[in-house]
């Protein structure tokens, strides 16, 4: 049975990483601290992107996921997810957040393990720790992944970057990508009273622009439903997205406070899967 970190890579000279005491490292001697949240730290420098989720982005999405307003997509990607990953096979979650759709697919795919891909520190200690086959690691989506070539069954990527090419490569030949996109009715009622970015209309087209040439539609579903949000639960899905590095927090608290309550918002997204060209 695959071992969550037996798919990584030493970024700095390709060689396999494998567990050293409290750090993964290379035959090469080159070591990356494992933190005791249970996240592998394989970034170097120091320098991060600024669309890395902060702390409290990161402590809205872990309540608002909590409530379970997003249970039921999470329930759909593992159900789509989970026939394709054979017995013993590798789960990769490209920005993977929380670790929170890692988990669920895990869940639903006995024996596989799962890799979590993220910029944000804060995200990741909650990753490393959502799943017992689950590791984390810290990487850039933009750069090569440090990931062995044909070495994952399943690549999630939900409401994150894609790397169309690096994503082909570390896919194996019969390999399934996964991805998750928000439609234009997405929390549409929270968009003006919240001052929410809208979702650009061009999202899709720029998703087949990442993936063409590397990868192939099989089909595409669409998720669709309306949860009831209390003041807080939409404050918190105001400050766990994009639209928190634009807004004030004080002025979001105030925004959420003149809501009415419970309010029925839409959930709305595409659930895609593509292969390998």
């Known amino acids: 049975m695959a071992e969550p970190f037996d798919a990584l890579l030493c970024p700095l000279c390709g060689d396999g990483l494998r567990p050293r ?5 290379c035959p090469r001697g080159h070591a990356f601290d494992i933190a005791r949240q ?6 170097a420098g ?6 890395a989720d902060t702390a409290a982005m990161v402590r809205a999405r872990a309540a608002f996921l909590g409530a379970g307003h997003y249970a039921g997509l999470a329930d759909a990607l593992a159900a789509l997810a989970a026939p394709l990953c054979p017995p013993g096979g590798t789960v990769l979650d490209a920005g993977a957040g929380t670790g929170y759709y ?6 639903a795919a006995p024996g596989a393990a799962g890799l979590a891909l993220d910029t944000s520190k ?7 720790r959502a799943h017992p086959r689950a590791g984390a690691a810290r990487w850039d989506l933009r750069r090569p992944l440090p990931v062995r070539t044909g070495s994952v069954d399943v690549l999630l990527n939900v409401f994150a970057p894609r790397n169309g090419r690096e994503f082909r490569r570390v896919l194996r030949p019969g390999g399934a990508l996964l991805v998750v996109t928000p439609t234009p009715r997405h929390l549409a009622e929270l968009r003006s009273p919240m001052g929410l970015l809208s979702v650009d209309a061009a999202k899709e087209d720029r998703l087949r622009r990442a993936l063409d040439g590397h990868f192939r539609p099989e089909r595409t579903m669409p998720y669709d439903a309306t949860v009831e949000l209390t003041a807080e639960d939409a404050e918190n899905a105001a400050s766990m997205g994009p639209s928190a590095h634009h807004l004030d927090p004080d002025e979001v608290r105030r925004r959420a406070a003149r809501l009415p309550a419970p309010l029925p918002v839409t ?3 595409r659930l ?5 060209a």
């Open 122 to 128: 804060h995200a990741l200690r909650r990753a490393g």
């Open 46 to 51: 120091g320098v991060y992107p600024a669309s």
């Open 21 to 25: 005491a409290a750090a993964l490292g």
């Open 272 to 276: 895609s899967v593509y292969r390998p």
């Open 38 to 43: 249970g996240y592998a730290g394989l970034l």
């Open 267 to 269: 959930t709305s997204f």
């Open 102 to 107: 890692l988990s669920a697919v895990l869940d």
